[in-house]
């Protein structure tokens, strides 16, 4: 859900279920990790300060790390 609300520039409802899905995934899940790292459709995401924020919330924050 978190990227089809994205893709429409539907940023609220898209922040919205991405902290969902960070509550409920576990940070070595590896498609989660893919998703948040690599997934195109996250771009619109990616560059607001949300974004980051949650990540750090959910210590997830090493996956800004650019490789």
Do not use: C
């Not at 940023?11 to 998703?35: C, I, P, S, T």
């Not at 948040?36 to 959910?58: G, N, T, V």
Request: aromatic share 8%.
């Amino acid at each position: 859900m978190t990227q089809l609300y994205a893709a429409r520039g539907e940023k609220e409802q898209a922040f919205e279920w991405f902290d969902k899905v960070l509550n409920r995934e576990a940070a070595g899940v590896r498609g989660l990790v893919r998703m948040i790292r690599y997934d195109p459709l996250l771009d619109p995401l990616r560059s607001e300060a949300r974004f980051k924020e949650l990540l750090r919330q959910h210590k997830m924050a090493s996956l800004l790390e650019t490789r």
